[in-house]
């Protein structure tokens, strides 16, 4: 399935590493902050529109700092079941 995560942009559920929210980060966590500036400096940092960031979604390919919540992009993952359930059924 797609995911739409902001402006243009959609992303494959298959390809979605993890997703963050900015407002959870702290000065302190450095460990985010240098992950950030790496994507950043390779040119794998992708920007989406130039509202107030809200989450960091990172795949396989590229990393996207997005205007929705993660709590948004979460929902919008999950379907209509919860993504611990949804996990849980794919076969390993």
Avoid: C, W
């Avoid at 900015?22 to 985010?32: A, C, F, G, I, P």
Wanted: avoid cysteine; charge should be negative; aromatic fraction near 8%.
């Amino acid at each position: 399935m797609y995911i739409h995560i902001g402006g243009e942009y959609v992303v494959s559920d298959r390809l979605i590493i993890g997703v963050f929210d900015l407002n959870s980060v702290y000065s302190y966590q450095t460990d985010m902050k240098r992950f950030m500036s790496g994507e950043e400096k390779s040119g794998r940092m992708e920007y989406i529109g130039t509202e107030i960031p809200q989450s960091l979604i990172v795949t396989m390919e590229r990393s996207y700092v997005s205007p929705l919540s993660a709590h948004t992009l979460l929902q919008r993952m999950s379907g209509n079941g919860s993504l611990l359930t949804r996990a849980q059924q794919q076969p390993m």
